[in-house]
């Protein structure tokens, strides 16, 4: 268990619907990261949160949104969905960003979402 | 954005064999990490360097931060079967306060027994 919480695990949807995925961070973490991972593909950066705000964007599609909540949970929604959003999304968490040294990211096990 | 060339892209070895793996960016980075997935999981951190030059091992793992600051290698020494998976190098820009982490494309490791 590496102390972050992702879920569903597994998520079996239709095109066009919307879903939403969680994310706990490890205790004592404030920022919270979200990762595409696509079959055959690397981590597709997609979105960064300390504290509650936004502090960077990647790759993410508008029909995509998230937010981090006063507790450090943050949740991940995707609308609309096509098939090619099928994929792993994983969450990471890591200590404060304040600080010169970086001591890495602590992923989760991932929410494997497929569209049918 | 950032790019991080990793290479090889995939590897199959025979059980026992070493393994060496690079990555590469165009850009000065103050931390070096590397990391191994498992099939279905979330990466798993393996090695972190912190130090230009710095040299740092994890049982069968040795991990190098490059002079330059701009590449980083991860030798496996003694492959078995188990170190079947993904490695991905990570790193934090020099400068960067805001914690993101640039990750390479990964190099998929298969190891024969």
């Known amino acids: 268990d590496s102390g972050v919480t992702q879920t569903p695990k597994h998520l079996i949807t239709a095109t066009g619907q919307r879903v939403t995925l969680r994310c706990s961070p490890r205790s004592g973490d404030l920022s919270v990261y979200w990762y595409q991972q696509s079959l055959d593909q690397g981590l597709q950066f997609l979105i960064q949160?300390?504290?509650?705000?936004?502090?960077a964007k990647g790759n993410i599609l508008e029909r995509f949104s998230a937010q981090q909540f006063p507790d450090l949970h943050s949740e991940l929604n995707l609308s609309s969905l096509e098939l090619g959003d099928s994929a792993l999304y994983f969450c990471a968490s890591s200590v404060s960003t304040r600080t010169g040294a970086h001591y890495g990211y602590t992923f989760g096990s991932g929410t494997r979402l497929t569209v049918v | 954005g950032q790019q991080l060339n990793q290479s090889p892209q995939s590897m199959f070895i025979q059980e026992g064999e070493d393994v060496s793996m690079n990555c590469t960016s165009s850009s000065i980075f103050n931390t070096w990490l590397w990391y191994k997935q498992d099939p279905g999981e979330g990466p798993v951190l393996l090695i972190a360097?912190?130090?230009?030059?710095e040299l740092t091992s994890n049982g069968r793992l040795t991990a190098q931060f490059g002079i330059t600051r701009k590449d980083s290698f991860l030798n496996i020494s003694a492959s078995i079967p188990s170190d079947v998976g993904i490695y991905f190098c990570a790193g934090q820009m020099r400068g960067s306060t805001l914690g993101r982490l640039y990750f390479g494309r990964g190099t998929q490791l298969t190891v024969w027994p």
């Open positions: 360097l912190y130090k230009a030059g």
């Open positions: 949160y300390y504290n509650g705000e936004e502090r």
